[in-house]
């Protein structure tokens, strides 16, 4: 399995970016997405459930990011608004060898599959 994310960049604070997640054939579900900041353990952000779509979300960014997936193009995205200076880091997508349950969702751990990351900068 190869994650390939891509759309990070440098935005203001309160802008907006999208990143994506081109996976190839994987079987494991959820799609998740977890950053990185300087200093700092990797963190849960969101995650999909690959076929009915099921989402969660740290409460550090409900509200403003959405997770969302294209089945048909094997692509995940993270929809991030109202960008803040704390939203910081690398952001990766990963996704499990099997089907986690809800409660797995958040742990770094349960992920087999890693993409290289890529690194969103919030600063004025």
């Known amino acids: 399995v190869q994650l390939q994310a891509s759309g990070g960049g440098l935005v203001q604070p309160g802008g907006s970016l999208r990143l994506s997640c081109a996976a190839s054939?994987?079987?494991?579900?959820?799609m998740a997405w977890f950053r990185q900041a300087p200093g700092k353990d990797r963190e849960f952000v969101a995650a999909?459930?690959?076929?009915?779509?099921?989402?969660r979300y740290d409460d550090a960014v409900k509200g403003r990011f959405t997770v969302s997936r294209d089945k048909a193009l094997n692509t995940g995205y993270l929809q991030m608004n109202s960008l803040k200076p704390e939203d910081t880091g690398v952001y990766y997508c990963a996704v499990p060898r099997g089907r986690l349950i809800i409660s797995s969702f958040y742990g770094p751990q349960y992920y087999d599959y890693w993409g290289q990351g890529t690194l969103v900068t919030v600063s004025s």
């Open positions: 999909i459930r690959w076929s009915e779509g099921t989402t």
């Open positions: 054939d994987f079987t494991g579900s959820p």
